[in-house]
């Protein structure tokens, strides 16, 4: 029997529960220190434990995975802490296309594929010299906002990014990626592409509150002067948006031309659950910083179906349940290398 499995944090609870909800089995690759929070819940049959998520590439691990025709589910922890390297070399199917897992890592390629789907980015900026409006400085991979800064000239760049080299957040030789910023109202949108039916669905949109860009927000200005804090952008938590349905057209657009263009360079494409991250400004034009090519946290808030899925599901649908619905069509049409890489 086929049965579903991720790495214990991120999405995992949403994950395994939509799977257990579709009834395929389900296993939790679990570090030690929170083994107590995951047997909480009865819808995990299977809790493998580790020191470190890393060993989820050791035989031992492997094996089990193997034995239970597992198909492991990729999010952001898995990005966070193991490289492109890594991922691609574990043997167990993963859902969705684990080689577009590096263009989301790599801050070039992602950009690269963020033009070809004729995304509007925000400018890149070359060298810290080069600054010249406000810009925010980015570091490799999926940080989760840790470490990023807002820079409005070289001085104020190298001051930060000083102080955050002390304080030991960053490294020295540490890579650092520099890009406009851009203002308006956060948007996260959350996208499915079923390789099966050939579709594209459009699941939801999240809003991300960051700590502590967040808090500075809420003193008045005398106070986030006397900051002297580099304040960063790390995600503490989600919260649900609806966007004017005027928008949607476009939403349905921008993740098509995301898929086509995965398609052509990326085999086999953008299959699965995928975000486009980015700002509304005031003319409702869309500019979009970032894309996240697997199941992205921000899609918790709907554990129990999104408004958007509500249009196309008549039967509550998480974004964890959609997956596992996938995966039963393909494995009972024998197409799951179809929906697995
Ligand atoms: P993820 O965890 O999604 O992989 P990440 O580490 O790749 O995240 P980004 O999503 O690129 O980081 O950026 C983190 C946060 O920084 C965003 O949620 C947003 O608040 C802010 N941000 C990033 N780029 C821009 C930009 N160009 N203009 C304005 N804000 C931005």
């Known amino acids: 029997m086929t049965s579903v499995a991720t790495l214990g944090s991120h999405c995992s609870l949403q994950v395994l ?5 579709e009834g395929l089995q389900t296993i939790l690759v679990c570090e030690k220190k929170r083994e107590k929070l995951y047997r909480r819940f009865s819808f995990i049959d299977e809790i493998i434990l580790v020191d470190s998520f890393s060993e989820i590439l050791d035989k031992k691990c492997q094996l089990v995975l193997e034995q239970n025709d597992a198909v492991i589910i990729p999010h952001g922890t898995l990005i966070a802490q193991m490289t492109s390297e890594q991922i691609e070399s574990i043997s167990i199917p993963i859902f969705g296309n684990k080689w577009i897992l590096r263009w989301e890592s790599d801050r070039g390629m992602k950009e690269k594929l963020m033009r070809e789907a004729n ?3 925000p400018t890149p900026v070359e060298n810290p010299s080069d600054i010249d409006r406000l810009v925010i400085v980015k570091r490799q991979g999926a940080a989760g906002g840790k470490g990023y800064f807002l820079a409005a000239s070289e001085n104020d760049y190298n001051a930060k990014r000083n102080q955050l080299i002390s304080q030991g957040i960053i490294s020295k030789d ?3 990626y520099i890009q406009e910023y851009a203002a308006g109202v956060l948007a996260y949108l959350q996208f499915f592409y079923s390789p099966i039916k050939e579709e594209l669905e459009f699941f939801g949109v999240d809003q991300r509150h960051e700590s502590d860009i967040e808090g500075l927000a809420r003193i008045p200005s005398e106070q986030q002067l006397k ?3 580099v304040p960063s952008f790390n995600v503490i938590g989600n919260s649900p948006l609806v966007l004017r349905e005027s928008l949607l057209d476009q939403v349905y657009t921008m993740g098509e031309n995301f898929v086509d263009a995965a398609k052509r360079f990326v085999s086999p494409g953008m299959n699965g659950p995928f975000c486009i991250e980015g700002v509304y400004d005031e003319n409702a034009k869309f500019t979009s910083f970032e ?4 199941i992205v946290a921000g899609t918790n ?6 408004p958007y899925y509500s249009l196309l599901y008549n039967e509550p649908m998480s974004m964890g349940k959609r997956i596992a619905r996938e995966i039963k069509i393909a494995d009972k049409s024998k ?3 179809k929906v697995t890489t």
């Open 174 to 176: 540490e890579p650092l």
């Open 119 to 121: 995304l509007p980015v």
């Open 17 to 21: 529960k939509g799977a257990k909800d």
């Open 301 to 306: 808030i709907y554990m129990d179906g999104s």
């Open 291 to 294: 894309f996240s090519a697997r």
């Open 335 to 337: 197409q799951l290398d």
């Open 227 to 229: 900051n002297t804090k």
